[in-house]
């Protein structure tokens, strides 16, 4: 908690109090692996507070040596998790710090490690968010690396996984809001490959979804701000598929609604720029 609030230096000190404290309980137990699983969550933590400091070196060399140490153990479905948590946390602080190969690298072990945690333990829903979440965060370093073509597939394979739980429950309002930002990932990295249509496709069924919801939440900024995000993505999608012909009245719908989020609510510090932006790039479509 103290590590989420900010105060990284008082939440390590207690991790490291607790790492402390199970280093003692392992070695009079060197067998116990319920004590072995929470010095290897424990690290874990450390590693998330390491890098909400943006201490990513840091998270890489204290989780290279927990990989480490689960190598050197007989493989179950709990270590093959915890082995994914620390290849996506370790190829997440790759990616923060522009090691796009790493990261992929990294990625790829995840989301190996995590279908040998399914194999082991059987379906885990909370494995399979994370699977979807690694294949994700994976395109997005191949889009980073003007690799769009796997990017497509990556998504397409988080997009499947997130489908099911939206099928499975259609009101967990979570899941089908990151299936709508999956299809708006797909969609700008098909647009990359030369596609027209299926990209347009993809991002009017992520307009429609969050449509709905500022539509049934109309007095609170955030349904609002994320159809204004949206609809700049949907112009972005829209001039690199069928130009700006088709870009700019997206361009023109983006910037009406973020007048109308800054009006009604006002605009955060990290979004001020939006409108200019957008009127920039309407200046450019129409000139």
Known sequence: VLTIDNDTEAGQALLNQADALLEQAQTKAPDNTRITVSRYNNTLRKGKGLQWADDYQGVIDLLTTLLADIASRNQTAEFARIAGDAHQLRGESHYWIDEYDDAIANYSQAIDVYKVALELGGPNQAISDELSTTYWSRGNSYVDTSKPEQAVVDYGEAMTLVETVVARDPGDTSSARQLAILRASKAMALARTGERDEPIVLMSATNDWFEAQAKADPNTSGPQRSLAISYH???????????????????KKALE???????????????QRQPDLLRDEIAKCES
Not at 233 to 251: I, K, N, R, Y
Not at 257 to 271: M, P, Y
Request: aromatic share 14%.
């Open 257 to 271: 609604k973020w007048l109308e989020v800054d009006a009604r609510f006002g605009i955060a510090d990290f979004d």
């Open 233 to 251: 993505m949907m112009a972005d999608v829209s001039e690199l598929a069928q130009g700006s012909d088709v870009a700019c009245p997206w361009f």
